[in-house]
C-alpha cells in the first residue's frame, strides 16, 4: 500500500504531509469495517491454524460459491505478494482450489516472519490468514482519500492505473493521477462520484456501480474518522462487479474516544514493546540503530537533536518525545525506556521549556537516576521556563550529570561521552 512518500507526490508536498499516526489494522479487519458500511469485497474467512485453515477453504468452496481460493498472508506490511517468509516459502498470497494445499501452504505461514520491502530484514510475524473467495480481475485502478492539510479537508486520489506501485505511477506519469478535494459538509456528490468512475475509465455500464463505490468508501472515511482509506486494487470482475480487493485504513488517534471498538482491534504483535510501554504514558517512542538514548520535547526538536548528534560524528538510539504536558513520573518512565535497551551507552535530554517546566523534568531527571542507579553518561540541556531552578536542582543533586546551556556544545559532549565504550 502506498506509503507517506506517495501521499507527499499526490498532494502538495510542503503542505500536505500527514501527521504520524499510530493505530494501523490488518486486511482482514479493514475489510470487516468496509462490509459494514456496504462496501463491496471479497467474501472471506480467516483462520489461526493450517488445520483451521482447510476447513474454512472448504466452507468458501461449499457453502461459499468460490470456485478458488485466495490464501493471503496478515501482516501490517505491503508487498506480501513478492515476500518470502522465514520457512522458505515465497510469496504470502497464493491460489489453490485444493484444500489440503490450503493447508499446506497456511503451514508455511503461521508461525514464520515474511520479509517484504516494507519490513524489517527480520520480516514480521504471521498469526494468521485470511482465506477468499477468488474473483477474476479484468481492470485495476487506484482510489485512496486521504485527510490533507493542504486542502483543509479530504482528498480523492485517483488513477486508472492500478494494482501496481502507485508510487511509480505518480512519479512516471503524473498525469494519470487524479486529486479531486471533497467539501467535508458536502461530501461526495452524484455528480463527483460519477465523474471519478469515468477518469478511472469504467465502462459506461459500469460507471453508476463505481460511483455507488465511491461514496460509500467516503461514508466509511468519515464514519471510522479514518485519516486515509487506500484500496488497491479498486477493480472490476469479469462479472461486472466492482470490488474493493485490498484495503489500507488509517485512522486519527485523536477520535480514539469515540471510536473505542475499533481502538480495540488493534494488533500490537509487530510493534515494538518499547513503544507500547511508551504509550501507556503518552509518550512517543521510536527505536533506532545508534548507542545515544535522546529524551526531548517534541518531534521538530527531536528531528534537530538526532540531526545534530549526527553531524558531530554519533548515532541516535532512538527517538523518545516526552511531549508538552509531562509530568515527572512520565520523565521516570521515559528513562526506564531508555535504560532497559543494551544498546544505549550514554543519554542525551535536550528539553525546550516553551510549555514544558524545566524544573519537572530536572526533578524527574534526579528521581529516575536514583532509582536506577544510572551509571551511564547523561547529558542534559535544558533551556526556557525556570530553567536557572532547574540547573540547581540538577547542581544540588550530588550526582554526575553534565549541564550545558548551548545545543552544539551539549550533543557534542554526548557524542565524546561514548569515547573509549
Known sequence: MATASLIRRCCRAHKALPQIRHLNLQEYQSK?????????????LTATSAEDAAEKAKVMLNERGAEEIVLKAQILAGGRGKGTFSSGLKGGVKLSRDPEEIGKLTS???GFNLVTKQ???EGSPVSNV???????????TYLAIVMDRGFGGPVIVASPDGGVDIEEVA??????????????FTGVTDAMATELAEKLEFSSEVVPAAAAEIKKLYELFTGVDATQVEVNPFGL???SE???FDAKINFDDNAQFRQRDIFSMEDTS??????????KYDLNYIGMDGNIGCLVNGAGLAMATMDIVQLHGGSPANFLDVGGKVQEEQVEKAFNILTQDPAVKTIFVNIFGGIVDCRVIASGIVSACRKTGLSLPLVVRLQGANMEEARKILDNSGLHIQAHDQFNEAAEAAVKSLEGK
Not at 32 to 44: A, E
Not at 171 to 184: A, C, F, G, L, Q
Not at 270 to 279: F, N, V
Open 237 to 239: 470482475t469479469d462479472r
Open 119 to 121: 519490513t524489517s530484514a
Open 242 to 244: 466492482v470490488v474493493c
Open 130 to 140: 485470511m482465506v477468499a473467495k477468488a474473483l477474476n480481475i479484468v481492470k485495476e
Open 108 to 110: 508455511q505461514m503461521i
Open 270 to 279: 509487530e510493534t515494538d514493546p518499547r513503544e507500547l510501554e511508551a504509550a
Open 32 to 44: 470487516g469495517l468496509m462490509d459494514k458500511y456496504g462496501v463491496t469485497i471479497q467474501p472471506f
Open 171 to 184: 512519479e512516471k506519469t503524473p498525469e494519470r493521477v487524479y486529486k479531486v478535494p471533497v467539501d467535508i
